[in-house]
């Protein structure tokens, strides 16, 4: 029974949010350190840990330091404030890019050398080698440059956010006076300059090698006198800028919330306050300290970095033609029934494309069907549902979200077809989505120039749900078609995030969606929906509803059990929900890719409940969430996880599953998940995660091999 004397608000049972990110982004890291991870696949775990911690400290980082500005004194769920989340961020990061910089400077590119991959560093380099880098530099790197003084009568400049650049002290010869510039390493240009065939030739080693190149910024350095004609170089030193890039759109005061959002896009690159600056422990103080003071940086957010910077540009080394140092490319199998589908593509001479569509859509009249990327494929099955759609010439309407696109995305061609087919086409765009405003803007406006309707959401919400809603005329009705999902409409990361979407006729999924595109483009104040759970309306109190009646199930003698992924659980009515079933003794798995806020294995609080991290060679996106309910079992998928910015400041959309198959499939991937000891990671209750591996005699279980031989066995 619950002990009514415990506090659940009580800071002693919940992890930091900002801590438990760092948390995850060190599993990652394992990925990179990891000897059965494959050589090419941990410099893509290296790059990714890099470019994971650039948006952290944009946006995350960036948020604490604007509310120490404000003076903000609140206390987190875990009793943290602002400026000690500051200090706890740097002292667990410190020794985490001190591990992931001194395994890539000397365990990757020692290894790299092993398969003929050689990143070399300029006084390595004979004489023809030098001879072709000076004058790729005269030719191609120096028209580009521009150094910019510092000294009374030149301010101190202003520097894009992520920008590298060289800090160059130089001597004046006539007056004696040392004056400080800086250099911006121009991102028009590869950071990795590649030597030709002829040219890679290294000491000692008789073969050829595969690739030979060089950071762009060593070539700069060494031939920086072209720069300052008649003045002394004395040193010369690398640095990396990161800058507050959050937006801060006043929605509710923009007329035009489009313009709005360029506005703020241009002031990105250059506005935010800085954050952190990345310099080489070589650099002198005194260089140091002017660009703290040119910056308003302190001393805290100063990292030295022994190595490269700029670690998320091995991206292009990891890209290299090692096929037997990637992972096997996977390529996502076409479902049944969807497989009919490509044979009737194929003979098309023989099937006109009404007959292909009637086809498609009785297909989907026949049973709910569920598709799971990258498993499966995503051009075969979510994105033939809106082309079939778009060409049919009984579809009436098309509505749908678009949160992250690719730009060249056959879906944004399916919709402009459509419209120009004279169907009624709605896209609800999110100007907001982080990182991908400018993108979003460009697409928006092709649509609009191709007759789509392009609407911008909801002022004060992201519009972050994955929905699709297709009404078709059919003899003398009309029916409603819908796709709902758990990931973006995007092929490319199709590819590589794993997603669970549903694809159904069902009426009152149907009539859901058509109330919920009225709520987003309209008036509508719907505050009920049939069986959708929808955020910021009625998700989160259904969700603890159901944590709840499983507590009441256990406490009557039942078997009370919650099985839940997503990527993050932060929101604290939702965990002290969970801590009160499990209280009641409640069997609770939750399987968090990310941040998870709530503490397991506490003694009278959360020994029932056991938390689990998958990482892998893809990408846990998918959210599903189980409710045993005394047998009668309730399963649901869709966008929203369980934090707060999901549950009451953006449109989200959960579908229950209640198709049998479809039912038993979704267990089967999370016990799958369950029973992982290779890809896995389990949370203990003082904050750390502990990587299940197989005991003596134990088959070892990775979530995503076997995942991938089921879809091809089907």
Known sequence: ???????????????????????????????ALNEKTLLLERLKFTAIFSANLDEFFMVRVAALKRQIEAEVTKLTPDGRTPVQQIYDINSHLRPLIKQLVENFEYKLKQELITHGVYLVNFVDLNEKQRDYLHQYFDSTIFPVLTPLAVDPSHPFPHMSNLSLNLAVLVKNPDTGAELFARVKVPKTLPRFITFPPELRKVHNCDELPL????????????????????????????FRLTRDADLGVQEDEADDLLLAIQQELRKRRFAGSAVR?????????????????????EEIDVYEIDGLLGLNHLFDLASL???ELKDTPWNGIVPPPFDQFQELEMAKENEDDNTISDKFFAMIRKSDLMVHHPYHSFSSTVQQFITQAAHDPHVMAI?????????????????????????????????K???????????????????VHVVYGIVGLKTHTKIILVVRKEKDQIRRYVHIGTGNYNPKTARLYTDIGLISCREDLGADLTDLFNFLTGYSKQKAFRKLLVAPV????????????????????????????????????????LYRASQAGVKIDLIVRGICSLRPSIEGISENIRVISI???????????????????EIYVGSADWMGRNLSRRVEAITPIEEPKLIKQLQEILQIMLSDNRQSWELKSDGSYVKRIPVEGEEEVSTHEILMKMAKQH
């Open 1 to 31: 029974m619950k002990d009514q004397t415990i506090n659940l608000n009580e800071p002693e049972y919940y992890f930091n949010r900002e801590l438990s990110w760092l948390e995850f982004n060190y599993r990652v890291l394992q990925e």
């Open 211 to 238: 690739w030979v190149g060089i950071p762009i910024e060593q070539v700069m350095s060494h031939y920086l006198e072209a720069l300052f004609p008649g003045m002394n170089v004395q040193e010369c030193h690398n």
């Open 277 to 297: 600056l990345e310099i080489h422990p070589s650099m002198a103080d005194n260089i140091k300290q002017m660009l703290m003071e040119g910056l308003d940086l």
């Open 321 to 323: 033609p090692l096929p």
């Open 399 to 431: 509505k749908m979200t678009l949160y992250r696109t690719s730009g060249d995305s056959p879906i944004l061609k399916a919709l402009i077809d459509a419209a120009e087919n004279g169907k009624q086409v709605i896209a609800l765009v999110e100007l």
């Open 433 to 451: 989505a982080r990182f991908d405003e400018e993108n979003n803007i460009i697409w928006a406006r092709k649509l609009e120039n191709a007759g």
């Open 538 to 577: 009625t998700m989160r109190d259904r969700m603890i509803a159901m944590i709840e009646r499983e507590a009441e199930h256990s406490r009557d003698g039942g078997s009370g059990r919650i099985i839940a992924k997503m990527n993050s659980v932060v929101d604290v009515p939702v965990i002290q929900a």
């Open 615 to 633: 990482i892998g060679r893809f990408l846990e996106h998918s959210r599903i969430f189980y409710f045993h309910n005394n047998g009668e079992e």
